[in-house]
T-cell receptor, first 115, second 110 residues
Framework: NAGVTQTPKFRILKIGQSMTLQCTQD?????MYWYRQDPGMGLKLIYY???????DKGEVPNGYNVSRSTTEDFPLRLELAAPSQTSVYFC??????????????FGNGTRLTVT | DAKTTQPPSMDCAEGRAANLPCNHS???????VYWYRQIHSQGPQYIIH???NNETNEMASLIITEDRKSSTLILPHATLRDTAVYYC???????????FGTGTRLQVFP
């Protein structure tokens, strides 16, 4: 099992560019999540999905979009990159509902810089 | 929303037990308490979770008070590699979201 795999590991974007952060998991988990972590801060939930075709907003969804067409993949899209989106992005998955006896499994993150 | 309160930082001598406290006074009856840690900027690592009974695994022990308003993570013999930020997390009420706070930065010294 590879677990949760995120690509790319690093990326530099210019203001206004767009990109997709990829996340895939091979554990057949229904639940997937995107978090961002700014320097010295805790993780903030951007979007999450409870299954293929179903997504919902987290704490900080503005400026991002997601889709969940398969169980395995949960890409995060930035349409018009802004310096405020400079952060480390973590994808996670769980077999059941978060907080209900189902630990989250995290990827190793994507470090994004917008200049 | 349910949330947790942790001290921002703690120190522990190598080989001694590290006891990390967490308050979660608004937790609901069916919400688990989770502990994760993050070393440098790696992805958070799951440690342990529990509902109302004390739990132990190969990494740590979790002690939850009877009223479930607080808990303590115990690393029985801390090593330098346990230096990390430790997060105590509960689920936001009536949602599928786990909300992270800023955690406790544990420094283990020789």
């Amino acid at each position: 099992n590879a677990g949760v795999t995120q690509t790319p590991k690093f990326r530099i974007l210019k203001i206004g560019q767009s990109m997709t952060l990829q996340c895939t998991q091979d554990m057949n988990h229904n639940y997937m999540y995107w978090y961002r972590q700014d320097p010295g801060m805790g993780l903030k939930l951007i979007y999450y999905s409870v299954g293929a075709g179903i997504t919902d907003k987290g704490e900080v969804p503005n400026g991002y979009n997601v889709s969940r067409s398969t169980t395995e993949d949960f890409p995060l899209r930035l349409e018009l990159a802004a310096p405020s989106q400079t952060s480390v992005y973590f994808c996670a998955s769980s077999s059941g509902r978060a907080g209900y006896n189902s630990p989250l499994h995290f990827g190793n993150g994507t470090r994004l810089t917008v200049t | 929303d349910a949330k947790t309160t942790q001290p921002p930082s703690m120190d522990c001598a190598e080989g001694r037990a590290a006891n990390l406290p967490c308050n979660h006074s608004t937790i609901s009856g069916n919400e688990y308490v989770y502990w994760y840690r993050q070393i440098h900027s790696q992805g958070p690592q799951y440690i342990i979770h529990g509902l109302k009974n004390n739990e132990t695994n190969e990494m740590a022990s979790l002690i939850i008070t009877e009223d479930r308003k607080s808990s303590t993570l115990i690393l029985p013999h801390a090593t330098l590699r346990d230096t990390a930020v430790y997060y105590c997390i509960v689920r936001a009420h009536n949602t599928d979201k786990l909300i992270f706070g800023t955690g406790t930065r544990l420094q283990v010294f020789p």
